[in-house]
């Protein structure tokens, strides 16, 4: 033993462990600096610890065989060690940015439970994605009027587009015990669709069909495989087809509706620009296409919520739209959906909106997007129990997207209001195992920890944030609450000069948080009149506290048409 000690004495591991300490410890204090500064990925960080920590043995590896005064001839074994360290931290790695992204389903699976996968394209050119992934959507919204089925949405079944995973994995982590996976091959008007329902949990096929049909039998075909479907499932069929257009419906017009779809939901200035001119073709040729006009609207919508148009003159486009859908078809229920996000997002008009998610919801009650959008209403409306019921049951059916929702804002707020802050850092983490990159998440979490006064965690998570703008609103928060006066104050000026004509409700918080009522209602004023979509968040935001014994604050409840 006392010949090991005088080894490692010799060949100087103490000095070489407490240098490596205390460089790195020096060098993570820069590299967090320089990820917050360039707006980085929280996981860069971690892949830097990794290789910090494999560094460790790696130091003391050079040390053991050169730490010799003239020892340093290098060595087999030393080369050996050292990839053998390498491959470990790039496989460690690789497991915190990739394997632990998905949550896996607990409990037992309903067989009534399903996911349709995006049709892969086989057409000869492969230029069909557009179609391929139109109709895998269209067969999953059929599906989804089903009350006797769960099926979950588009954005997480579509998360393994171009994955080659198990369909017993697949089932794991979207919780269903059918899947429904096939391919299109589209060569002018000709179609080959090829379809298999598989019972997920074995990998064993229940049904499976090829169909060769020309494009004019397409409503037809998509029809017939919903009711297979829903048969082998022993499931009530209600395919009501007029809710998503006549049998008559013209196929060119259809298929540019897809198309423009397609461009809408790849999102971005440009695809949403492409959407709109592709959906207005569609139209010229059919005009009494209702989920093209109701697509239209969407898009618009999202033209406004984006910046990409004046908010007035995009919802003004959206609500023309609209209207034209439900006079053309009033059993549509995405176009209900659309009136009732008008009303709520942009018009403040919350009977209105109650009243059309109720319409849409009695069309469609497994849509995704209608149970979100519904929740987040009756968070504005300060429900909070509906809310979070809502909330969960809109989870249950996006597994793996439910964190980069915008509604996830109102979800979590609902567990802050409610000091439900365990909650809320839970399901922040299950958001950011299942999406690490997701806006807000590490920040709310940062939130729950801030205001059950536990700093360190807080500042820990608030620094993390993906978002550059945001990271800086919750350090705002962080450095008031530790009382860090002099640099929440530089950092409240800069976010000022920066997002003061379009973040204005986030800076009523901060004033509000600090106890300065008058800069706080007078930001609030702002935000009113810039019609902030944060002040939907007026009756349950915490941050608010300190207003809420105010007059004022009873005052604007009610120029808002909000129940006092």
């Known amino acids: 033993m006392k010949r090991i000690f005088e080894e490692i004495k010799e060949r100087r591991l103490w000095q070489t462990l407490i240098v490596y300490c205390g460089g790195g410890f020096g060098l993570m204090q820069v590299v967090d600096i320089l990820l917050n500064r360039l707006g980085l990925p929280a996981s860069y960080f971690t892949i830097f610890l990794v290789f910090l920590v494999a560094g460790v043995p790696g130091s003391l590896i050079v040390a053991w065989f050169h730490g010799k005064e003239g020892a340093q001839r290098i060595r087999k074994t030393e080369v050996i060690l050292q990839l053998v360290l ?112 598989i019972d997920a949990r074995d990998g064993t096929n229940r049904w499976s069909q090829t169909f060769d049909r020309e494009m004019k039998s397409i409503f037809a075909l998509e029809d017939e495989i919903a009711q297979t479907v829903v048969g082998e499932l022993k499931a009530t069929v209600s395919l009501d087809r007029q809710a998503s257009g006549s049998p008559e419906r013209n196929t060119e017009a259809y298929n540019l509706f897809l198309l423009g779809r397609y461009f809408h939901q790849l999102g971005g200035r440009e695809n949403i620009a492409k959407s ?29 919520d984006y910046g990409y148009i004046g908010t007035a003159e995009g919802y003004a486009l959206a609500r023309e739209a609209v209207r034209k859908a439900v006079l053309l078809d009033n059993t549509l229920a995405v176009a209900h959906g659309e009136l009732a996000w008008i009303s709520m997002a942009y018009d403040w008009d919350w009977p209105a909106a109650e009243t059309e998610f109720r319409t849409a919801l009695s069309l469609e009650p497994g849509n995704v997007e209608l149970i979100r959008n519904s929740a987040t209403l009756s968070a504005i409306l300060g429900k909070r129990n509906d809310a979070i019921g809502l909330f969960r049951e809109s989870v249950s059916l996006d597994p793996v997207k439910f964190g980069s929702q915008v509604s996830f804002l109102f979800y979590a707020y609902q567990l802050l209001s409610a000091e439900k802050f365990e909650d809320a850092r839970a399901e922040c983490a299950k958001a950011l195992r299942a999406d690490s990159q997701a ?13 059950e006064q536990r700093f360190e965690v807080a500042g820990s998570d608030i620094r993390m944030e993906v978002d550059s703008s945001y990271r800086l609103w919750g350090t705002i928060l962080y450095h008031t609450a530790v009382g860090r006066r002099d640099s929440a104050e530089s950092e409240l000026e800069r976010f000022i000069s920066l997002y003061q004509n379009e973040d204005a409700y986030q800076i009523c918080e901060v004033y509000a948080y600090r106890g300065e009522i008058g800069e706080a209602f007078r930001w609030m004023e702002r935000a009113y009149l810039q019609r902030d979509g944060g002040l939907l968040l007026v009756k349950s935001d915490p941050f608010l506290a300190k207003l809420r014994s105010d007059p004022r604050y009873v005052l604007f409840l009610r120029k808002m048409n909000l129940p006092v």
């Open 86 to 197: 390498l491959l470990a931290a790039l496989g460690v790695s690789y497991h915190f940015t990739t394997a632990g992204n998905f949550l896996l389903h607990e409990g037992p699976l309903d067989d009534r439970s399903i996911a349709v996968l995006p049709f892969v394209d086989l057409s000869p050119n492969k230029d069909q994605e557009y179609f391929s992934d139109g109709l895998s959507e269209e067969l999953l919204n059929l599906l989804s009027r089903n009350t006797g089925l769960k099926v979950i949405c588009r954005t997480s079944s579509f998360s393994f587009k171009g994955k080659n995973e198990d369909v017993r994995t697949i089932s794991a982590i979207l919780g269903v015990a059918n899947i429904v996976e096939g391919s299109v091959q589209k060569s002018g008007d000709k179609l080959r669709i090829s379809v298999q329902l």
């Open 276 to 304: 709109i001119e592709t959906l207005k073709r569609a139209l010229r040729i059919d005009s009494t296409d209702a989920q093209a006009w109701t697509e239209l609207a969407a898009a618009y919508s999202s033209q406004s």
């Open 439 to 451: 806006v807000l998440l590490h920040l709310f979490s940062g939130f729950a920890a801030l205001l």
